[in-house]
C-alpha cells in the first residue's frame, strides 16, 4: 500500500514570498490533514478535511494560509505571504475515518515538507 | 481539551524494557489513549491505541489504570532504533460536526534515547 506523498520536501523562501505545499494521501481515505511542526514541538493541527469539506480549522491563520482539497483526493496548503515564523515542517496525514464512531482511527503521516523562510 | 503530561527525556540502554508515563487527568468518556513515535525528519508513526486495561501488539504493550487518568507505553528490549520521540494523545477524533470537541492535542512528546 502506498503512504502519504507530499511535495516538495524542502523549499526555501525569502520572507514575504508565496509558498504551496502539496499532498496525496492513502488512496480511499476519508480524512486528510496538515499540521505544522516547528522544531522541538508537537504537531499542531491547521486544518482537518473529511472527504472534500472543512472540518476544523480554527487554528489556520487564514490571513495568510489557505488549503483546499479537490474532489476529496490530493490537498494543497498555500502561505501567501510568508513570514520568517512559518519555517517549519508541514505535515499531511491521512486516515480512513468516516464513520461518527469515537476514535480509533490511525493516522498516517506523510515524509513532511521543511519549510525556511529567510 | 484534553491536556497530557509526559517526561520531556528519557536514557535507557539496548536491551532494557523502557516505561513511558503519560497523564491525562480531564480524559473524557469517549476519549481514547493514543501513542505514536516520530523518528527525526519522518513523519510521526502509529505505536498503539487503547481505551482502558491492557492493549498488546508486536511493537508495544499499553497499560491504562481504571481511572484511565494515565497511561505507560512499555517497549520491550529496546534497540538504539528505538531512539525516537514518543508522543501521548489523548481525544475523540469524531469530526466536530459530530457536535464534538476533543479533538486530538499534541504535546512535546517524551524524547527517548538508546544507548549501547
Known amino acids: 500500500e502506498a503512504g502519504v506523498a507530499q511535495s516538495p520536501r524542502y523549499k526555501i523562501i525569502e520572507k514575504r514570498q508565496s509558498v504551496a505545499f502539496w499532498c496525496n494521501p492513502i488512496s480511499g481515505h476519508a480524512t486528510l490533514y496538515w499540521y505544522q511542526q516547528i522544531l522541538g514541538q508537537g504537531p499542531k493541527l491547521l486544518i482537518q478535511?473529511?472527504?472534500?469539506?472543512?472540518?476544523?480549522d480554527s487554528q489556520l491563520p487564514k490571513d495568510r494560509f489557505s488549503a483546499e482539497r479537490l474532489k476529496g483526493v490530493d490537498s494543497t496548503l498555500k502561505i501567501q505571504p510568508a513570514k520568517l515564523e512559518d519555517s517549519a515542517v508541514y505535515l499531511c496525514?491521512?486516515?480512513?475515518?468516516?464513520?461518527?464512531?469515537?476514535?480509533?482511527?490511525?493516522?498516517?503521516f506523510g515524509p513532511g515538507t521543511r519549510l525556511t523562510v529567510l | 481539551l484534553a491536556k497530557t503530561t509526559q517526561p520531556i527525556s528519557m536514557d535507557s540502554y539496548e536491551g532494557q524494557e523502557v516505561n513511558i508515563t503519560c497523564s491525562h487527568n480531564?480524559?473524557?468518556?469517549?476519549?481514547?489513549i493514543t501513542w505514536y513515535q516520530q523518528f527525526p525528519s519522518q513523519g510521526p508513526r502509529f505505536i498503539i491505541q487503547?481505551?482502558?486495561?491492557?492493549v498488546t501488539n508486536e511493537v508495544a504493550s499499553l497499560f491504562i489504570p481504571a481511572d484511565r487518568k494515565s497511561s505507560t507505553l512499555s517497549l520491550p528490549r529496546v534497540s538504539l532504533s528505538d531512539t525516537a520521540v514518543y508522543y501521548c494523545?489523548?481525544?475523540?477524533?469524531?469530526?466536530?460536526?459530530?457536535?464534538?470537541?476533543?479533538?486530538?492535542?499534541w504535546g512535546l512528546g517524551t524524547s527517548l534515547a538508546v544507548n549501547p
Open positions: 496525514a491521512s486516515s480512513p475515518h468516516s464513520s461518527g464512531r469515537p476514535s480509533t482511527d490511525t493516522q498516517y
Open positions: 494523545l489523548v481525544g475523540d477524533a469524531r469530526p466536530r460536526n459530530a457536535g464534538n470537541n476533543r479533538k486530538l492535542i
Open positions: 487503547g481505551y482502558k486495561t491492557k
Open positions: 478535511f473529511q472527504n472534500n469539506g472543512v472540518v476544523d
Open positions: 480531564n480524559i473524557a468518556t469517549n476519549d481514547y
